[in-house]
């Protein structure tokens, strides 16, 4: 079991939030024109580039993490399901990883989280992001596996559901977040081998699969 991190174990609302604060841009507004980049396929980190013409954003975001000293993920951002459905998966005897669209950071505080994961990639560390087929290779090849062995769960269908199953893995949708209800506005993705609204539903999920 391989989790993507944003909006599948991580809401991602209090960074949005104070990012928001922090580049003076009203919550509301970025917000909105967040899921206007989600509904146009843009990239949607693009969204303060679109409200704050000309900020580095690179500088910004070095300069908050200095002032605040905080991490753009932290335990309370992790959704109630997250921590009870890992434990339960590992004790169903599941290998349990995480690997998202992240910077290396990202990395050292999901290890610090005390989740006992069996594997924490960042597209960073592996030099490929989603949809990039290279990236699920590299999630196989990292844990020894088959990609057939492996299910991969992620809430957005563009990055998530639909690459993983291309590279062979068993895509599950979770429907949750802006980019699953956006993008699966009829239900359940056709690529997706499952489609969940809590991970919680996963041990009897996988049971079905199998």
Known sequence: MVFDVGETLVDETRPWGEWADWLGIPRLTMFAVLGGMIERGEEHRRAAELLRPGVDLRAESARRREAMGTSWMEADDLYRDAVPALRALRAAGYRVGVAGNQPVETERVIAGLGLE????????????SKPDPAFFRRIAEALDLAPLAIAYVGDRVDNDVRPAAAAGMRAIFIRRGPWAHLQARDGSPAEAAATIDSLLELPEVLAGLS
């Not at 994961?117 to 490929?128: E, K, N, P, Q, Y």
């Open 117 to 128: 994961l069996d594997l924490v990639a960042s597209s960073a560390g592996l030099g490929v």
